[in-house]
């Protein structure tokens, strides 16, 4: 089976490695760090995260990949998006010492296609310069949001990598499960979420209570060949009023994983 992780975002209140350690307790087999102000909480690491805190997570690992959203990225405006840029290249400053070798991207606010394949460009030399793969989530919404997007900004930017999230391609309008065909080949890291409506109206629901078909998703993955993490991005407690405390969520969510893996090995071997 593939590895478990769990993205620290959700844990926005407690302090990384306790973040961390909770995760690792419940089972899984690695964390996804997260460096993206939310809107129910701060990022777990940031430019100022001391050394000492950084010292301690290198002890807690091994991570997934370290998520680094930034609303400028890929702005239209050169000074801020030259910012954002120089934030992304400070950042993937930590992920060796880490261990991780996978960070990630979003397509920012107010951008253009020019300037978001020109951030790619940039940020892909900054990666493979430390030894990392940079990936990036294409996002509902956003100038860049579906597979046909993603495989627009591989041309352009050679050597990026895919977040697959289908969570953000459904609202779009793809078929995912075709989506995790065409987009296999360059995924080296994927969140598992479920999701409802438009991109007008989407929420985020528990796993299982909404539109996509997650175990053909994960076989078509796996079909393709990927064998990365399976890490989950809970947001349902925010989009969709998901009231399980912390732990049952922890608990649910493995669950659901090993439960869909295995569905998705069925679907392989029929």
């Not at 993206?36 to 050394?51: K, Q, V, Y």
């Not at 940079?134 to 996002?139: C, D, G, S, T, Y």
Request: glycine share 10%; charged share 20%; aromatic share 4%.
């Amino acid at each position: 089976m593939l590895p478990t992780s769990f993205h620290t975002g959700f844990l926005a209140g407690l302090p990384v490695a306790e973040a961390v350690r909770t995760i690792r307790g419940h089972g899984y087999d690695m964390a996804e760090l997260n460096a993206e102000i939310l809107p129910w909480g701060p990022a777990h690491l940031g430019i100022g995260t001391p050394g000492h805190v950084l010292a301690e997570l290198a002890r807690l690992g091994p991570y997934s990949a370290l998520c680094l959203h930034h609303r400028d990225f890929g702005s239209k405006d050169d000074d801020r998006r030259d910012a954002a840029l120089a934030w992304t290249a400070a950042m993937m400053e930590r992920a060796p010492d880490l261990g991780i070798r996978v960070v990630h991207v979003i397509p920012g606010e107010d951008t253009s296609l020019p300037s978001l394949h020109h951030s790619l460009r940039a940020a892909v030399e900054a990666a493979e310069a430390r030894g990392l793969e940079l990936a990036l989530e294409p996002i509902v919404g956003r100038q860049i949001g579906t597979a046909e997007g993603a495989l627009g900004a591989i041309a352009a930017a050679p050597g990026l990598k895919i977040n697959f999230d289908a969570s953000h391609l459904k609202p779009m309008g793809d078929d995912v499960t075709e989506a995790a065909r065409k987009l296999a080949p360059h995924v080296v890291h994927m969140h598992l979420k479920d999701v409802t409506g438009t991109p007008e109206t989407f929420r985020f629901v528990p796993i299982g209570q909404g539109e996509i078909d997650l175990a053909a998703m994960l076989q078509a993955l796996i079909a393709g060949g990927y064998r990365g993490p399976v890490s989950i991005e809970h947001e349902s407690h925010w989009f969709a009023a998901d009231s399980r405390g912390a732990a049952q969520v922890l608990d649910d969510c493995l669950r659901d994983i090993r439960r869909l893996l295995s569905e998705a090995e069925e679907l392989s071997a029929a």
